[in-house]
């Protein structure tokens, strides 16, 4: 139905425009005539000179507008070499520049002013810097671990090779395996939140082999509540060496350790010794205040994390605290504890 009338409506319509094309397109696509006819050159008409005129004019502009493209092309070629120039004479600059002095770069953090020569942990362990560090060297009773970042302030290093040394001493042939310090200045270091203002220290684990006897470790090794290693078949957890060493720090007569941060597991491990091994009330309310396990850092079962108070003399540039954080969090001690 719609078809037909369609059909019927536009048919005529579709007739007469089609009839209109045949008969322009002869006007529309017919060639002009050529200048010559059967070899005879016809002088051609004003209207051609006209054109021919127009076109060389149109030809004319072209060529200026070509000249204009080009010389605008050439402009940004120009601009676009003079921008590489700029990059890399801004890139020498700050090649050149010198590197921000640290005093500079920790001005920025608001850290406090040091105004004496000598030791100083100054700011906090997390945002801190170092100043006259002295470096952890091995010796018979410690191992420092490879690449391991050895600065810190005389105190720790001074604590570390005391403990060490009280150790090899009760237990021969006990080698205290220590990690990352801080590094020569402080600072940020990578893969610790802390160790920025040299009173931290990892200190691997004392490790029995197979009969229990001390092994000499070159690697941290982690260790789950039952003092077994899930990496290490043979390895054992020395109850006996690392708590003396927990005992040793938290006795130590010069330096006072704030933290020992180690595994929950760990820790309660530790103190179930301590209690078996009726060490002073006072030693066990030590190590119960001083062994944490903080909430928000590694889980620290392959070392302990050793960290020593500010010193009396640096009172007032140096922050006790991490920044930004509450105390380290621990689970509530032992309910059976006796003290
Ligand atoms: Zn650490």
Redesign the pocket.
Known sequence: MFSSRFYRVFRPIAVALAAACLWAEPAMAAPPKADSVKGEKVSPSKADKAADKAVAKDAKANAKGDKDTAKAIAKVDKDAKANAKGDKDTAKAVKKAPKESAAKKYAKDDLPTVTFKGPASVGAPNRGKLQGAVKLHSSRSLKLRDRAHAWALPELVKLLQRAAGKIAKKHPRSVMLVG?LSQKFGGQLTG?N??QSGR?A?VGFYVANSKGRPAAMTRFVAFDGTGKSGSVGWAQFDDARNWLLVETLLTDKETKVRYIFVSNALRARLLAYALKKKVAKDLYAKAESALLSPRDADVHDDHF?VRIACPESMKGICLEESVGKSKPAVKAPNNDSPY
Request: charged share 45%; no cysteine; hydrophobic share 0%.
């Open positions: 990352d610790h802390s160790h931290d990892d994390h």
